[in-house]
């Protein structure tokens, strides 16, 4: 007890205000993320020109298999000949905005394809206009594929944020970093236990979330 | 009511899915379009709510161009009902059901009350279904649920694409029997989609058999059977053709015309057969009723007996006719 008690008067107040900052790190992210994957994945899955389509999926994914502290480290680099600001919160929400697109972009992607053709067609047959189809039908039908997309991005999100410290961006990553630098323990775990534990209930909030928003009739098993 | 005039569809990439095809249809009647797959009765349905646009001719309805009129509009007042039923999985019952009124913007009360009617209409307990979802309904009541969402919005037409293909044959045979029933009571101009000869000589007051695209001809059930215009309807029919025109062959056929002795008011209750029951149902009401001779009735007035033994007379000619124009 005495123990947790040192821990939390030496590092509770800390813990608390980087907790905060990474939280509107991820929390920004990933509402300027999803703002742009989801209108471009339906978009994209209404796009007749499969060469598009696969362009813009290829590009994303090749973000995705940069190393994230690569992905970082170019985007300073970008910002510094663009004469912008490469220090502080700007460079690391685009960093891990491009970080939490695809698995968004592609789930919507897939999400909307999946949807029975012959229900669209009854949709259209029943005399529903373009905008009616999307919000009526495609999208509530393919809800749960789009949420599970959310969630990974988000899960992703929390952890690539802890390299944000690396531009001044704050975050849990400089109680980690901070611990690396000076060999201590307890800067490591203040560090990352918070980190882990928002990945969980980020992710728990988000299951919430998609079981509050999937249609009754979608959900497994009835009712 | 829907009048086809020289119309034509050619797909991208030169495929002619219908040629030259005119054709009206009679406002209340049930006209089938019948062919196999690739014949282009499917395309022929979808050009009329305008899921499919001709690329030559033109489509009345109500006298009207449909490429002249709003799409949206034009579909709202067509029912569409399609074999995959197509009922959509996040909506309710009742839901599904008021999709067209919903998009007509009635009021919520009205919406309700007709979800509730149209469910008794095609044989749903409203206070048992409205609330379910499609996942928790067999075949059969999904496609019921279907049909009433094609009738909701009370569309002059209605579109029926292979509605109850899906079926196995005795909930289909049941279903079809209803929407008879049904549309003897509503009066619909239903446009109705099937391969299945049988199915069409069930449902159609005329055939539109087509092939290739175009039409091989157009005849009531009977009259389809019975006078082939060609040699791929001919062909089409087959071996069929013996069991078809039990179906369509009515004893109207073989009654001995006005002279039989009126029916004695002792057997009025009792079973008796219809003049325009076809040769199968008579045999089978004999079969039923285990007598030798019935009476039979024409529009609920007596006009005569008939035997079992002329029954089967008839029957015999009718293979014999089969057998030799085959």
Redesign the interface.
Known sequence: MNVLGAFFDKLGLEILQRTHEHLFLTFFAMLIATAIALPLGVALARCRAAALVSVVMGVAAVVQTVPSLALIAFIVLLFALAHLPTIGVVPALVALVLYALLPILRNTYTGIRQVDPAVIEVATGLGMKPHQILFRVELPLSLPVIMAGIRISAVWTIGVATLCTLIGAGGLGDLIMRGLRTIQMDYLIAGTVPAALLAVAFDGILARLERWLTPEGLRTGGR | MIRFENVGKRFPGGVDAVVDLTLAVVPGETLVLLGTSGSGKTTTM?MV?R?IEPTSGRILVDGTDVMRLDP?????KIG?A?Q?????????VAENVT??PR?LGWTGERIASRADEMLSLVGLEPGAFRDR????LSGGQQQRVGVA?ALAADPPIV?MDEPFGALDPITRDQLQNEFLDLESEIQKTVVFVTHDVFEAVKMGDRIALLDGGRLQQLAAPAELVENPANEFVDQFLGEQRFQLALVTRTLESILPGDEGEPVDGTTDSGPCLRARDSLITALDRFKQSRRDVLPVVRRGRPVGRLAKRQLLQAITQVLDESGGSA
Request: no cysteine; glycine share 4%.
């Open positions: 979808k709510n899921l949206i509009a034009l579909r709202r569409y399609i995959h039923i197509g009922l959509f999985p996040h909506m309710t999709v067209v998009l979802y499609p996942t928790q969402r579109l």
